[in-house]
T-cell receptor
Framework: DSGVTQTPKHLITATGQRVTLRCSPRSGDLSVYWYQQSLDQGLQFLIQ???????AKGNILERFSAQQFPDLHSELNLSSLELGDSALYFC?????????????FGPGTRLTVT | AQSVTQPDIHITVSEGASLELRCNYS??????LFWYVQSPGQGLQLLLK??????LVQGIKGFEAEFKRSQSSFNLRKPSVHWSDAAEYFC????????????FGTGTRLKVLA
C-alpha cells in the first residue's frame, strides 16, 4: 500500500459526459501528479500540482482539467468524454517539487467510456 | 527529444531462471533513472532508482540494475525469478533539469512459467 488513495476504482460512463476522479496523496506529500495509461499510448504524464498550484503540464487535453485543494487532495475532471479517453488514470504523490523525488502511485481509476 | 525504450514487450522465463529487462534512454546528459513494477490491478511500485554514484543499484524484492553510461542503458536484473514476479515492468527517466517530468518506457510484461 503506497498510501495514495484514488476513488472511484472503476467508472463507466457514456460519450459526451463529464467525470471527476479523486486522489488523496500520502500524508505529508505536497505534490500530486496525474497520469493516463492506455494500451496505445502507454503511461503518459498529464499534469502536476504542488501545494495547490499547477507546476507542470504534460500531454493533457483541453477537455481535461485538474486542481489541488487546500487539504492537498486533487481532482481530475474529464469532460466531453470520447471513446478514446477510456484508460487507467493514476495519481502519484511526492514529498515536494523542484527536484527529483520518488513518486508513489495510487491503485488507479479505470475509466470506460461507452 | 528525450525518450525511453524498452525493446522487449513480453518476456517469458521459467521460475528460478535469471532475468534481465532492457532499458535504453536518449538524453543529452545522464538523467535520473527508475524501475517500477505494476502487478495486475495495482498501481506502480518503485523497485529501485539511480541518481549518481555506484552504477550497480540494489532494489527491493531481490532486483538490481546497472547503469552503463556508454550504452545509455539501465537494465534490470534478478538472479532467480519467483512466480510472484510476474508483472509489468516500467523503466522511467527524469531529466536533470527543467520540470523533472517522468518519462516512462512502454513496459515489459513478464510471464513466469512454473
Amino acid at each position: 500500500d503506497s498510501g495514495v488513495t484514488q476513488t472511484p476504482k472503476h467508472l463507466i460512463t457514456a460519450t459526451g459526459q463529464r467525470v471527476t476522479l479523486r486522489c488523496s496523496p500520502r500524508s505529508g506529500d505536497l505534490s500530486v501528479y496525474w497520469y493516463q495509461q492506455s494500451l496505445d499510448q502507454g503511461l503518459q504524464f498529464l499534469i502536476q500540482y504542488y501545494n495547490g498550484e499547477e507546476r507542470a503540464k504534460g500531454n493533457i487535453l483541453e477537455r481535461f482539467s485538474a486542481q489541488q485543494f487546500p487539504d492537498l487532495h486533487s481532482e481530475l475532471n474529464l469532460s466531453s468524454l470520447e471513446l478514446g479517453d477510456s484508460a487507467l488514470y493514476f495519481c502519484a504523490s511526492s514529498v515536494a517539487s523542484g527536484e527529483v523525488y520518488e513518486q508513489y502511485f495510487g491503485p488507479g481509476t479505470r475509466l470506460t467510456v461507452t | 527529444a528525450q525518450s525511453v525504450t524498452q525493446p522487449d514487450i513480453h518476456i517469458t522465463v521459467s521460475e528460478g531462471a535469471s532475468l534481465e529487462l532492457r532499458c535504453n534512454y536518449s538524453y543529452g546528459a545522464t538523467p535520473y533513472l527508475f524501475w517500477y513494477v505494476q502487478s495486475p490491478g495495482q498501481g506502480l511500485q518503485l523497485l529501485l532508482k539511480y541518481f549518481s554514484g555506484d552504477t550497480l543499484v540494489q532494489g527491493i524484492k531481490g532486483f538490481e540494475a546497472e547503469f552503463k553510461r556508454s550504452q545509455s542503458s539501465f537494465n534490470l536484473r534478478k538472479p532467480s525469478v519467483h512466480w510472484s514476479d510476474a508483472a509489468e515492468y516500467f523503466c522511467a527517466v527524469v531529466p536533470t533539469s527543467g520540470t523533472y517530468k517522468y518519462i516512462f518506457g512502454t513496459g515489459t510484461r513478464l510471464k513466469v512459467l512454473a
